[in-house]
């Protein structure tokens, strides 16, 4: 299922909605130690390469970019390998524009974050007050929805949504059509469970409560205060922007007509406000230092965003620990990792791409990856940051003061 890889596949056993983790972290390939003089992007690309490699077949993609950012003056490192296209074609570069999937999730808790600080609304709200025309939910907070303790079922998981989509990938579908695949279903119980509804749902309350479209609120609460020059929301998307996207293409065996294939790079309509920007990874990077460094939200609604519900317990949780090593906030994902330590760590996946994030709290280190295909299995670009960790650990290039 796009739109989450963790609830669709699992890695080593540990699986969290939307991203998914080794079960001993990221960091699960040792980097060997470098050859004197050899630099960290040498290292770098050498990893990137020997991924293409080795998973590009199985996996069926062609392209694969690293960006990694510093909080302190550190020139960002970025690095790319591959081709546009499955086969061959033009070499691909930091330039690229990505489907970034559920990390779309965070965007849309800032939106409604933001309009709680200017007390248009509340995260207590029931959606009874927003969106009476779904009563079976009418109970249901804001914050239950942004924390994936709803209980309302995922849409992306229906087959009939997946016949549709199968069908014809460039369908544009409305908001009402894609909540018709679960308006009838019963609502389950109020614990975590990863639902791209709920992210549905959100994004209708964000245009009732500023009375405008989600996509003008993205620009001007978000896009364009942080000079985000390379995300859009489709179709609201400049003229080119396909042409700098790598081709994404489906291994999901849910969609039968399209395995192997190439799915249309701007038909993101299915995902909405769950998942539907497109990104660089430099706007990524862009935008997670501000998420996580509190530069878009009051201190008070920075704590309700990282707020964090064991993914285990589904109970409220201060932190995650070695024994309870996962935490969902509101649009966030936080594990406790024993090379790594405590990171944020989020995978969004859409039917195409996959593109990947890990913030490190104590040094404000942002790794971001990102490659063309979208799998229905086993994932490993988890492994992939591992490695990078590992080769960034070896360099002395993490960040850390003992690096400088």
């Known amino acids: 299922m796009a739109l989450a890889t963790v609830t669709a596949a699992m890695v080593s056993g540990m699986v969290v909605s939307g991203v998914m983790v080794s079960a001993s972290g990221p960091a699960v390939a040792q980097a060997a130690v470098e050859p004197s003089g050899r630099s960290v992007t040498a290292s770098l690309r050498s990893d990137l390469e020997k991924y293409l490699d080795d998973q590009g077949a199985k996996d069926h993609f062609s ?16 690095v790319d390998v ?5 086969g061959g074609g033009r070499p691909v570069n930091s330039e690229a524009l ?19 600080a200017e007390g248009e609304l509340s995260m207590t709200d029931r959606l009874g007050k927003w969106l009476p025309e779904y009563p079976a939910w009418r109970d249901v907070t804001i914050t239950q929805l942004l924390s994936m303790t709803s209980g309302i079922p995922n849409y992306t998981d229906q087959s ?21 695949y679960v308006e009838g279903l019963p609502l389950g119980p109020a614990t ?29 609460r978000i896009i364009e205060p942080l000079g985000m020059n390379d995300t859009c929301f489709p179709p609201y998307c400049p003229p080119g922007t396909a042409s700098r996207m790598p081709a994404p293409y489906s ?73 309870d090593p996962m935490g969902f906030g509101l649009g966030l994902v936080k594990i406790a990792h024993p090379v790594a330590g405590t990171v944020w760590f989020y995978e969004g996946a859409t039917y195409g791409n996959r593109v990947l994030h890990m913030y490190f709290p104590e040094t404000g280190t942002i790794i971001a990856l990102a490659v063309n295909s979208a799998v229905g299995g086993e994932d490993t670009l988890p492994d992939l940051a591992g490695t990078v960790y590992e080769t960034l650990s070896a360099q002395n290039a993490t960040g850390s003061r003992t690096d400088r």
């Open 82 to 86: 591959g081709t546009f296209r499955y």
């Open 192 to 220: 975590y469970e990863y639902s791209n509804t709920n992210y549905l749902l959100a994004q209708m309350i964000v245009e009732r409560a500023s009375h405008d479209t989600y996509n003008e609120q993205l620009a001007e």
């Open 160 to 180: 009939a949504f997946l016949r549709d989509f199968d069908a014809k990938p460039s369908t544009r579908f409305t908001l009402e059509r894609l909540m018709s």
């Open 251 to 323: 291994t999901h065996s849910d969609l039968p007509n399209h395995l192997n294939k190439s799915v249309p790079p701007l038909a993101l309509s299915w995902a909405q406000g769950a998942g539907g920007l497109v990104s660089s990874l430099e706007d990524m990077t862009t935008w997670d230092r501000a998420l996580y460094s509190g530069q878009l939200l009051p201190p008070a609604q920075q704590r309700e965003l990282e707020s964090l519900v064991s993914m285990q317990t589904s109970e409220p949780i201060e932190n995650v620990t070695a024994d």
């Open 63 to 78: 392209a694969v970019s690293l960006r990694v950012t510093y909080a302190d003056q550190r020139p960002d490192i970025s």
């Open 98 to 116: 990505w489907q970034i999937g559920s990390n779309t999730k965070a965007f849309t808790s800032v939106l409604l974050l933001q309009l709680e």
